[in-house]
């Protein structure tokens, strides 16, 4: 088991960059995929990001390419994702999850292992 903590979040304006991180100390966690999913209030919560544990697949919502970054660091059990050209819909809690083996990267239903959360608003 492993216990991701997210940590970047805050408030920016349109057009700004945020770089969310996602830590967990144990150090299997260097084994896992690790997923970003966002929820915005009133709506369900969203797949955003993911990437295998070695980092060499990436995986992207539609909405976010091009925009977002994810990223790995094994040596420091961290996972990131860089988030450029933010726009007022990118606005929500966004959650660190990971598990392993995961089929499909897309799927929050394939993680059983989820951070707190992290807010991310922009706004002007």
Known sequence: QVRPVESGGGLVQPGGSLRLSCLASERAFSDYSVGWFRQAPGKEREFVSAITWSGSSTYY??????????????????????????????????????????LDHYDELEYNFWGQGTQVTVSQ
Do not use: H, W
């Open 61 to 102: 919502a539609d909405s976010v390419k091009g925009r977002f970054t994810i990223s790995r660091d094994n040596a420091k059990n961290t996972v990131y994702l860089q988030m450029n050209s933010l726009k007022p819909e990118d606005t929500a809690v966004y959650y660190c999850a990971a598990d392993s083996p995961v």
